[in-house]
């Protein structure tokens, strides 16, 4: 022992004095063991105003903070939220029990005023929900825990629809001065705007838009927090796909809902990454403008070859689905034979299957209708807004090329795309073939037909006009007879699909990736529910 | 003196309202803003009632008038998707974007001063082609791909930077900063190397030519002539001569800077004025759309101005004509 014993003494002592620091400075900057999820995705909530944006990353946001009547469960189904049970007394009335002691996120108590409240703001309107609830006509509080609401006339699908609408604390919206959703003309910000308060498992604690989001666990929540061991989780909006990947695969994230399609395998490559993959609620197809006397960007003046059923057939029998999946989807997309998702009431795998691919048939059908050598038309695809839109595009020219139909792609931003196809362009020229996707999130075949076949529907850019469908859509918007209106959802489906009105291409696959111990479940609408995700 | 003064002030008055305009025209081809702001399962009345309430189905000299009038109470208007004051927003993204073009022009002067000064000297040397071949490549590869080579480098393969965002930042009354904290100053380098790499390389090339010019010079062989070390003939007498325009140049161009930050912003996610830019772009918010562009005009007029007025003290010749 030829060293002095106070050699060791002093560096046991810097030891340990390095580990109190340490535990320290974790104990200040970290709660001990604290299970966090860093989650990333290339938007940010718009606003924490549960009611000012119908719009997918703030209803994701919004999710994890606020809770509705009835809420949509892992796999979409429809489940008791802060509604305890329901009934209809009527037709148009609805008696909703609501759940006791719940609490807001600031300790007072929620009460069936504050859900009339809520359902009152989110059809008031400055809100952006107006549309998706117009049908429901008063909410009232009865008692302190049950609500009536009444729709005007029967609505079959309110509960769908009232899994999109937050509840809100009605004495602190007041006091806060939002109690409407934020005001285009007020021309001020809005506290609601960046501020929450809801009943849900976890609340905002840190938020700077756009940088960081942080979410505490609600100790207090009502429901069973078995299901989840998360107790912060850190939103880190990354716009750019290939630094959202890096930050994933560098670990400083540790979750997105938004992976780009050609970085999967590089994902699943790396040995402490996972990547889950299921359809998504969004179906991409083309629409043909089959009413207009005359298309726009043919050189066929004096008709219109959309008009005649077999033209359309033949376009679809061109399109080669598989083709398109392998090579420009990279295996990223399911094919699909009818323009709704799997999962949404009126879709059946039979409706599903495609039509075969076979350009001879055709061809064949083109001679038939009288258009030997094809003809012309202008394709007008968004470039930003679909997964690999441009692309998908530019492959099923090639495809229409091969049965003499010469398609000009006219490829833009998303935002003249959807104008464009809506209101025609500068000069008032309206589209000729158009791509469009369509996600459902009513999970209810009502919503597709009441915007893409009515013949007065809003996205029925087609010039569709069908008196039977007509009366099927506005049937089945107030049949509440489940079977009978399952009815009328299959015959329109049989009307509209034998009549090749838009032509279905595939449903859009969510992906999303995570480091290994990381488990937050795959839902088809992208959204994370972390009240399921645990660290392991 | 106040001739000119005004005459440049007029000048810049004009640039600014002609570039307002165009700015304000352009955005009428980017697209409809109600779509994105209604989504698009509005009902057509509600799209009708958004576009009234915008007023957005006046002319467009009428929504420009309104708007420079706006403009000049000191309001930009309320932006479409975040529904918060667009002056706000930019306050709060403006010190990200100043720090990194502040540090990025840091990096580009002295590093670019420092080769350009070597490559001047050794004009044939084997470093001096190494270095002009890298910063050529430097200045010919787009930003976005040396920033997620970086990126691939120093987070994924390396992991000692991060790939994204300020770190954590101090706040400093209305300034926010990422100089005071370890997270702060690592999460700026690779963004500020990536800016800077642009102006660095223009920086190398103009010193080195201006040392080429100056060292072929009369004075310069007096000095060698008279014996004076190598090292006071480089960097006092020649380096002092050709700082002259690369202080003229870097002045201008960091205008250049900010506007360049848009892409480096958007690739390490930076939340500055550059990443807000592109996020309307992409949503059609007019109200951020212009007030940006508006401020980064403003930014160059200001600069040019400036450098008007100094050149008319540093400069004999412009206050002669002037004045005769």
């Known amino acids: 022992m030829g060293l002095p014993s106070n050699f060791y003494g002093g560096n046991n002592m810097k030891k340990t004095l390095s580990i109190v620091l340490s535990l320290l400075f974790m104990g200040i900057f970290s709660p001990a063991f604290a299970n966090t999820i860093k989650w990333s995705m290339p938007g940010d909530s718009l606003t924490l105003d549960p009611h000012a944006q119908n719009e997918g990353p703030t209803h994701m946001v919004s999710r994890q903070v606020y809770e509705g009547l009835v809420t949509p469960g892992i796999n979409m189904e429809i489940l008791p939220q802060l509604a305890e049970s329901w009934k209809t007394t009527a037709d148009d009335t609805w008696i909703f029990t609501i759940r006791k002691g719940v609490k807001f996120h600031d300790g007072s108590d929620l009460t069936a005023s504050d859900i009339a409240f809520s359902i009152n703001r989110a059809k008031t309107a400055p809100s952006d929900m107006v549309d998706l609830i117009k049908s429901v006509k008063s909410a009232s509080a009865l008692t302190d825990h049950t609500v009536q609401i009444v729709t005007d006339g029967p609505n079959p699908i309110l509960l769908n629809q009232l899994t999109q609408i937050f509840v809100m604390s009605e004495d602190w919206a007041k006091a806060n001065g939002c109690e409407v959703s934020y005001n285009w003309d007020a021309g001020e910000t809005s506290y609601c705007a960046s501020n929450a308060n809801g009943t849900g498992p976890f609340k905002i604690t840190f938020r700077e838009q756009d940088v960081r989001t942080v979410f505490e666990k609600n100790n207090d929540w009502w429901g069973d927090d078995s299901t989840f061991n998360v107790d912060t989780i850190e939103l880190l909006p990354i716009a750019n796909d290939a630094t959202r990947v890096a930050a994933l695969l560098s670990g400083e994230i540790d979750y997105t809902n938004v992976v780009p399609v050609q970085d999967i395998e590089r994902i699943k490559s790396s040995a402490g990454h996972g990547v889950k993959m299921t359809p998504q609620n969004r179906t991409i197809f083309f629409g043909m403008d089959q009413g207009s006397a005359e298309l726009n960007s043919s050189n066929i003046k004096g008709k219109n070859p959309f008009a005649d059923k077999r033209v359309r057939l033949a376009m679809y029998h061109a399109l080669d689905m598989e083709a398109i999946k392998d090579k420009v989807m990279r295996g990223q997309s399911v094919p699909a034979g009818i323009i709704t998702a799997p999962g949404v009431n009126g879709h059946t795998a039979a409706r599903d299957e495609r039509l075969p691919y076979d350009p001879e048939l055709s061809k064949k059908l083109l001679a038939e209708a009288g258009y030997p050598d094809g003809f012309e038309v202008t394709l007008d695809c968004p470039n930003d807004r679909y997964i690999n839109d441009e692309a998908i595009c530019v492959a099923a020219i090639g495809m229409f090329a091969k049965i003499g139909v010469n398609v000009t792609l006219d490829a833009k931003t998303k935002s003249q795309h959807f104008s464009e196809v809506k209101e025609g362009d500068a000069n008032g020229m309206t589209s000729d073939m158009y791509m469009l996707g369509w996600g459902v999130p009513t999970f209810d075949s009502h919503y597709v037909y009441s915007y893409l076949f009515d013949s007065a529907g809003s996205w029925n850019k087609v010039n569709f006009s069908n008196a039977r469908v007509d009366e099927l859509v506005a049937a089945m918007g107030v049949e509440t007879d489940q079977d009978k209106r399952n009815a009328m959802i299959a015959e329109a489906w049989d009307i509209t699909q034998d009549d090749v009105t838009y032509l279905p291409l595939h449903h859009q696959v969510v992906n999303q990736a995570s480091k290994s111990n990381v488990d937050v479940p795959i839902r088809m609408n992208n959204e994370p529910l972390f009240r399921f995700a645990n660290v392991n | ?324």
Do not use: C
Not at chain 2, 95 to 124: C, K, N, Q
Not at chain 2, 211 to 239: C, P, W
């Open chain 2, 1 to 324: 003196m106040f001739n000119y003064f005004f005459k440049r002030l007029f000048q810049s008055i004009l640039v600014m309202i002609v570039v307002a305009f165009v700015s304000f025209s352009l955005f009428n081809f980017v697209g409809d803003p109600v779509n994105s702001m209604t989504g698009e399962d509005a009902s057509d009345e509600r799209r009708a009632e958004v576009r009234e309430v915008l007023g957005l189905n006046d002319p467009v000299y009428v929504q420009f008038s309104r708007f420079i009038g706006n403009v000049i109470q000191g309001d930009f208007g309320i932006s479409y998707q975040l529904k918060r004051e667009v002056s706000d927003l930019i306050a709060e993204r403006m010190p990200a974007t100043l720090e990194l073009v502040f540090v990025s022009a840091l990096i580009a002067i002295i590093s670019g001063v420092i080769l350009g000064v070597y490559t001047g000297i050794h004009r044939d040397s084997y470093i001096s082609n190494i270095i002009l071949v890298i910063s050529l490549a430097g200045v010919s590869l787009p930003t976005f791909i040396i920033g997620i080579m970086l990126i691939y480098l120093f987070s994924v393969i390396l992991g000692v930077l991060p790939s994204f965002g300020r770190g954590e930042v101090t706040q400093l009354g209305f300034w926010t900063t990422g100089f005071l904290t370890t997270s702060g100053l690592k999460a700026l380098i690779l963004p500020s190397v990536t800016l800077s790499l642009f102006q660095m390389t223009y920086v190398i090339r103009l010193v080195r030519a201006e040392m080429m010019e100056i060292l072929q010079t009369d004075y310069i062989k007096f000095a060698k002539a008279r014996g004076i070390k190598r090292s006071v003939i480089n960097y006092k007498h020649a380096l002092k001569n050709g700082l002259i325009p690369v202080i003229t140049i870097t002045g201008i161009n960091i205008g250049t800077l900010i506007a360049f930050s848009i892409i480096t912003e958007t690739v390490f996610q930076w939340p500055g004025m550059g990443s807000l830019f592109i996020k309307a772009v992409y949503f059609v918010d007019i109200p951020i759309m212009s007030a940006y562009m508006i401020m980064v005009a403003f930014i160059f007029v200001m600069i040019n101005f400036i450098v008007d007025i100094t050149y008319y003290f540093i400069d004999p010749r412009i206050r002669l004509k002037e004045e005769g």
